[in-house]
């Protein structure tokens, strides 16, 4: 059974620093995208930051600058580096994975259960 597990959400003040960390276990099939998502009370949830199979990366505006996301392929982890947080980055952050199912199927995406991070003084 595949297993995401969130790690690093907590309360935080302006300005300040959280790492998020994902780590996904009990795959049979290899990952493709690795990614953070969030979402806020009362808003869809939204792209955060994302590596692709290839190293690409994608970053929502609203945080390009102040975060960096990085993924170990070895460990089949992704960490989500935050600087500079503002009140509103609060929000639950939700690690998602992409895994690489056999034809005549395609993906699987597999979604944490989310960790909440609070940005506030």
């Known amino acids: 059974q595949v297993q995401l597990v969130e790690s690093g959400g907590g309360l935080v003040q302006p300005g300040g620093s959280l790492i998020l960390s994902c780590e996904v276990s009990?795959?049979?099939?290899?990952?493709?995208?690795m990614g953070w998502y969030r979402q806020a009370p009362g808003n869809q949830r939204e792209l955060v930051a994302a590596?692709?199979?290839?190293?690409?990366?994608n970053y929502a505006d609203s945080v390009k600058g102040r975060f960096a996301v990085s993924r170990d392929n070895a460990k089949n982890t992704v960490d989500l580096k935050m600087n500079s947080l503002k009140p509103e980055d609060t929000a639950v952050y939700h690690c998602?994975?992409?895994?690489?199912?056999?034809?005549?199927?395609?993906?699987?995406?597999?979604w944490g259960q989310g960790t909440l991070v609070t940005v506030s003084s």
């Open positions: 590596v692709r199979h290839d190293g690409t990366i």
């Open positions: 998602k994975v992409d895994l690489d199912l056999p034809p005549p199927f395609r993906y699987l995406e597999i």
């Open positions: 009990g795959s049979p099939f290899s990952i493709l995208d």
